[in-house]
């Protein structure tokens, strides 16, 4: 079976966990550190701030910049929960802009027609390793005066004009297993801002400046140096890595594009995707519906996911939840009956490429 992703840890890595092991300090210590300082040079800000998850990124920076009951945060509903989650953990109100038919993100123009006087942050989503398009969202939230918050829990190293996702507003990493860049569980916030970034660190331990001096109610969001071994060594290899995912999909457009009713990425000019997922639409022109397709894969051995079959609001738990405001977003209705994502990782080999070009082909041609 082609798995839809894997977990590659070199020698390199094993050699960074074992000295931690072996050093007596597994908690947030020096290789917590030395992690910010690397992710600071992918992302070009300031401040780098490593958290327990990307879920955990989420609320730290809603809660340091001081969002709350009453505000309304804009965010995308063709996303995973966690987005959503995280806004109604901090005690805001979820409001969706529908995405882009043609790029699966929320755009200025979906997140400006949501805008109310209660509006206090956007999140856009860099769903699959695509970058949103950050200047124009930025923009808007500038002459609005509103909060950015980047989920960026996909696109590690994705720019925009050459600029680094994570830098435009408060960016939000995930490190979780099958993310670009893994520590198991694990998480970052960057920034730009001291004063967001100090807060941050503060929510992170328990409120405490220094020691049982508690400044602020806080949590602990601390990611532990054990783990951040694991991600100084991944963070190391992405730019080669990701160079491997953005060929593995060029191969995988170019033997797919003219396949009828199929829609393969769009490469957006000045938005360098990174390619998480390589996420085709099963239109209804197809040969096969969607879900079809998917088993006939699986019966030739090529594993798919489906990100996300249903919109967030599309649950009882958020359609009824008093946080959720759950208007209707057709196109991430259809995105979500048509998306189907094909493995791309790194660690795919030319001939597993061959095989999925030439069973995407075989199940779906004339
Ligand atoms: C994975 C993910 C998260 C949450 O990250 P965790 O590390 O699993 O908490 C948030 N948003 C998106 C879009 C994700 O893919």
Redesign the pocket.
């Known amino acids: 079976m082609i798995p839809i992703s894997a977990v590659d840890i070199d020698r390199e890595t094993e050699d960074l966990v074992m000295g931690v092991l072996r050093s007596g300090q597994l908690a947030q210590g020096p290789m917590v550190e030395r992690l910010e300082g690397e992710f600071r040079r992918l992302s070009g800000t300031a401040h780098a701030v490593a958290v327990n ?6 609320v730290a920076s809603l809660q340091a910049l001081g969002i709350g009951p009453g505000d309304e945060v804009i965010t995308s509903p063709f ?2 929960v ?2 959503v989650n ?1 806004i109604i953990e901090a005690g805001a109100t979820v409001r969706f802009a529908d995405i882009g038919a043609d790029d699966f993100l929320i755009g200025p123009d979906a997140i400006e027609a949501q805008v109310t006087p209660k509006t206090a942050a956007l999140l856009p ?1 860099h ?1 699959y390793g695509l970058p949103v398009d950050m200047p124009a969202v930025c923009k808007l939230a500038s002459s609005r005066g509103l909060a950015v918050v980047e ?1 960026a ?2 696109a590690h190293g994705a720019r925009v004009n050459q600029r680094p996702v994570g830098s435009y507003g408060l960016g ?1 990493f ?3 297993a099958t ?1 670009n860049i893994t520590t198991g ?3 970052l916030v960057t920034t730009d801002d001291a004063a967001l970034a100090s807060r941050l660190r503060l929510l992170r331990n328990q409120g405490m400046g220094s020691r049982y001096d508690y400044r602020i109610v806080g949590h602990n969001y601390r990611l532990t140096d054990l783990q951040a071994a694991v991600g100084v060594g991944q963070l190391r290899r992405l730019p080669e890595k990701t160079k491997r995912r953005v060929d593995n999909a060029a191969r995988l457009i170019e033997a797919l594009y003219d396949l009828p009713g199929l829609v393969v990425p769009r490469v957006v000019p000045g938005r360098e995707h990174v390619f998480h997922q390589f996420t085709v639409r099963v239109t209804r022109d197809a040969r096969l519906q969607r879900d079809d397709l998917a088993q006939v894969l699986r019966h030739r051995g090529i594993a798919t996911g489906v990100y996300y079959p249903r919109a967030v609001y599309d649950y009882p738990a958020y359609r009824e939840h008093a946080l959720v405001l759950a208007q209707e977003c057709p196109e991430a209705e259809k995105a979500s009956r048509e998306v189907l994502s094909l493995p791309i990782h790194p660690s795919l080999q030319s001939d597993e490429i061959e095989t999925i070009a030439r069973e995407m082909r075989r199940a779906l041609h004339g």
Request: glycine letters at 12%; a negative charge; hydrophobic letters at 40%.
């Open positions: 998850s990307g879920t955990t990124a989420l996303t995973f966690a987005t995280a989503v769903l989920d829990a996909q939000c995930s490190f979780y993310k569980e694990g998480g």
